[in-house]
T-cell receptor, first 116, second 110 residues
Framework: DTGVSQNPRHKITKRGQNVTFRCDPI?????LYWYRQTLGQGPEFLTY????????KSRLLSDRFSAERPKGSFSTLEIQRTEQGDSAMYLC??????????????FGSGTRLTVV | TQLLEQSPQFLSIQEGENLTVYCNSS?????LQWYRQEPGEGPVLLVT?????EVKKLKRLTFQFGDARKDSSLHITAAQPGDTGLYLC??????????FGKGTRLHILP
């Protein structure tokens, strides 16, 4: 297993366009998390899945954001009608269920989004 | 809302010096975790502390969990340029998401 994979690594888009990011977690991890990180800040929670079920969404996740995890494998995060304030690093992480307390997350390398 | 405050926000010291960074919260956590993040990459887990008062060592890095499980510290002995990075403290509770602090950006000068 090569760890958590995120694509693309970088995305530059014009304001108002839609973008979609993909995350492939570690295959045996049934939990998948999305976080957003801006310069000078720690990662902020967006949403997470257990298998295909989306269990929690942050208030940061406006209705322009949607995430899916069909079949409990890879996940996509879509941002519609992007705004300059959406510019950030979007991080995906995975973990085995009920082991986050002891073993934490395995993060991907992130997708850096720049909205111009 | 659970918050983790890290101090200092920035630290720049000479190679060979010792340093300590702190992570504080008003909330109790089941565990506190420390991650290191390099520019353009995701955070990488360094250590998890679970028991109040626990001390863990990772080569020149020493991690301590407060007795009340609300705070933690990271001490680096004889810092090296390779220690440069963003150090993130994170709190975990059973069956829930992890909460991150804003991080301490450490720069070791050769």
């Amino acid at each position: 297993d090569t760890g958590v994979s995120q694509n693309p690594r970088h995305k530059i888009t014009k304001r108002g366009q839609n973008v979609t990011f993909r995350c492939d977690p570690i295959s045996e991890h049934n939990r998948l998390y999305w976080y957003r990180q801006t310069l000078g800040q720690g990662p902020e929670f967006l949403t997470y899945f257990q298998n295909e079920a989306q269990l929690e969404k942050s208030r940061l996740l406006s209705d322009r954001f949607s995430a899916e995890r069909p079949k409990g494998s890879f996940s996509t995060l879509e941002i519609q009608r992007t705004e300059q304030g959406d510019s950030a690093m979007y991080l995906c992480a995975s973990s085995p269920h009920s082991e986050t307390v002891l073993y934490g997350y395995t993060f991907g390398s992130g997708t850096r989004l720049t909205v111009v | 809302t659970q918050l983790l405050e890290q101090s200092p926000q920035f630290l720049s010291i000479q190679e060979g010096e010792n340093l300590t960074v702190y992570c504080n919260s008003s909330s109790v956590f089941s565990s506190l975790q420390w991650y290191r993040q390099e520019p353009g990459e995701g955070p990488v887990l360094l250590v998890t502390v679970v028991t109040g008062g626990e001390v863990k060592k990772l080569k020149r890095l020493t991690f301590q969990f407060g007795d009340a499980r609300k705070d933690s510290s990271l001490h680096i002995t004889a810092a090296q340029p390779g220690d440069t990075g963003l150090y993130l403290c994170a709190g975990a509770n059973r069956d829930d998401k992890i909460i991150f602090g804003k991080g301490t950006r450490l720069h070791i000068l050769p």
